[in-house]
């Protein structure tokens, strides 16, 4: 079974503190993909970051950065320095070798307060 | 590439009434999805196409909903009566690969239905 977990629901810090939303998966694939989506409040969804099960490769993209761990099933997202601008909710994604099918989390909301 | 596009961006429609709902893909895309987010239940997939053929239904609530992808272009989800439980926000998501050449999906912007 395919499934995607984000534990928290909601997150509040203050402007300039490093936060990390945290995203757990489970694939029987032996080669899968994972994504990170970001919905601000006007709604729309906004592509990230995908990650191929085969690179394991840490990546850093301005003050994002994501920790893939196969080991712990993990696809980390850390922010930096977060900015006013960083509030929304944030979604992790899976798919795997069938067709392109996207599994969803249930989504993290970060508020970051001035 | 103008994206994904989805029309219309919001509906208010009476219980009962037929609602149809709009998509265009990104050219050269050749998987579709439709999903349905709701505040209850996060975002759900209804149904995905690939190459214009519908891989998975398994996620349309019930024979109220359909939806078509008559050529690579366009696609259509259609509510038939719509009930003010359907009311929610609909997006419309397309990806260029298929098996191992999975790509991310972009999405449109939306439909808010609201069904009174």
């Known amino acids: 079974a395919q499934k995607v977990t984000q534990a928290q629901t909601e997150i509040s810090v203050v402007e300039k503190e490093d936060v990390t939303l945290d995203c757990v998966y489970e694939t029987r694939d032996t080669t899968y993909y994972l994504f990170w989506y970001k919905q601000p409040p006007s709604g729309e969804l906004v592509f990230l970051i995908r990650r191929n099960s085969f690179d394991e490769q840490n990546e850093i993209s301005g003050r994002y950065s994501w920790n893939f761990q196969k080991s712990t099933s993990s696809f980390n997202f850390t922010i930096t320095a977060s900015q006013v601008v960083d509030s929304a909710v944030y979604f992790c994604?899976?798919?795997?070798?069938?067709?392109?099918?996207?599994?969803f989390g249930s989504g993290t909301k970060l508020n970051v307060k001035p | 590439d103008a994206g994904v596009i989805q029309s219309p961006r919001h509906e208010v429609t009476e219980m009962g009434q037929e609602v149809t709902l709009r998509c265009k893909p990104i050219?050269?895309?050749?998987?579709l999805f439709w999903y349905r987010q709701t505040m209850m239940r996060g975002l759900e997939l209804l149904i995905y196409f690939n190459n214009n053929v519908p891989i998975d239904d398994s996620g349309m609530p019930e024979d109220r909903f359909s939806a078509k992808m008559p050529n690579a272009s366009f696609s259509t989800l259609k509510i038939q009566p719509s009930e003010p439980r359907d009311s929610a926000v609909y997006f419309c998501?397309?990806?260029?690969?298929?098996?191992?050449?999975?790509?991310?999906?972009?999405f449109g912007q939306g439909t808010r239905l609201t069904v009174v």
């Open positions: 994604a899976l798919s795997g070798d069938n067709f392109n099918k996207f599994y």
């Open positions: 998501a397309s990806s260029g690969g298929t098996g191992s050449m999975n790509t991310e999906a972009f």
């Open positions: 050219s050269g895309h050749n998987s």
